[in-house]
């Protein structure tokens, strides 16, 4: 695929966001701002940068608990995800689901789960739907490597390509499932051939180059488009904070992360503007300022803003009666 001056500016700006955005966030945590288990996306950037660049308007994405990065890249404001990181009412999740369960209807983004690999069918399960109502549209359901060994897994790829669900399976393979290597955990290091036992066609794909990774995901969706059924992609990427804001990452030496910090998704896509002449060092200067302003925009939002009421404490958990066959 050739990409031009917009991808590669939406791509920077959609990364950058994130960026500065999880960095406010530490700052914050830090400063017991933010309580809670909380899960920075930093070094994983590409992937939903190159995602939302290749998916169609109503296509669905669920995710597991690292997920502020993918209700920003859907189009959640700041704002909305700053606000439900300090438990605010005007948060995405209306303050009642915090740091692991972003969500928001409007942008087709169904969450943010806190259970390991819990999202897995509920993503084969959005597909379902979609197929069952004849629409055209994909779910991307993106979980960690962790979540792959997880049996649920299974009975989703078996039940997907029995049904030609159209699903698009994203295993996010950052290396560690919380603090434990691939190696120690399965003998299976290439994951995406966990797919091939069920006939799904499954790639493994460069997350840390928003190029590659808008290729393989637009490529997929269109295959499950076509009513071919699900797809499965190993994205190999990295983080470059430990598993929680609680980790401080012992497990890992300083040269495996700077290696992987050459490979920085957020500076060799501004190389590559750089090069290509789509921008100057000024312009980028400019784009950083502006988004800069916005996260530190969205912390004040998010401060002045207020608490849920109680009498919200049970409000989006119980569905109101309007069934005349269901009795008090």
Request: glycine residues 10%.
């Amino acid at each position: 695929m050739k990409f031009g001056k917009k991808e590669y500016i939406n791509w920077y700006k959609i990364m950058l966001l994130q960026r500065r955005f999880e960095e406010k966030v530490a700052q914050l945590y830090g400063q017991q701002k933010i309580k809670g288990f909380c899960h920075l996306y930093i070094g994983q950037e590409a992937i939903t940068s190159g995602m939302v660049s290749a998916i169609k308007k109503g296509d669905k994405v669920i995710t597991a608990y690292r997920d502020h990065g993918h209700a920003l890249s859907m189009g959640v404001s700041a704002n909305a995800v700053m606000a439900e990181l300090f438990g605010k009412a005007s948060g995405c999740t209306g303050g009642k689901g915090g740091s692991m369960h972003m969500f928001s209807k409007a942008h087709n983004f169904v969450g943010g789960h806190g259970i390991v690999g819990a999202q897995i069918p509920l993503g084969a399960g959005l597909a379902f739907a979609e197929k069952y109502n004849n629409t055209s549209n994909v779910s991307l359901t993106f979980f960690g490597d962790g979540a792959a060994r997880q049996g649920a897994l299974h009975e989703a790829f078996n039940m997907a390509m029995l049904w030609k669900l159209p699903v698009v399976f994203i295993c996010e393979n950052n290396e560690y499932a919380m603090g434990t290597s691939v190696a120690r955990t399965s003998n299976l290091l290439e994951i995406y051939k966990i797919g091939l036992a069920y006939d799904m066609p499954s790639y493994q794909v460069d997350g840390m180059r928003c190029e590659a990774v808008h290729e393989a995901i637009y490529n997929a969706c269109e295959y499950a488009r076509e009513g071919k059924g699900p797809v499965f992609l190993e994205i190999k990427t990295y983080r470059y904070r430990g598993h929680s804001m609680s980790d401080p990452a012992s497990y890992r030496t300083r040269n495996e992360v700077a290696d992987y910090k050459e490979k920085d998704p957020l500076e060799t896509t501004k190389a590559s503007i750089l090069e290509k002449k789509y921008a100057t060092e000024l312009e980028l200067d400019l784009i950083e300022e502006g988004i800069i302003n916005e996260v530190d925009a969205s912390v004040v939002f998010a401060e002045n803003a207020d608490y849920p009421e109680a009498r919200d404490l049970f409000k989006d958990v119980y569905v109101e009666n309007d069934y005349p066959y269901i009795t008090d």
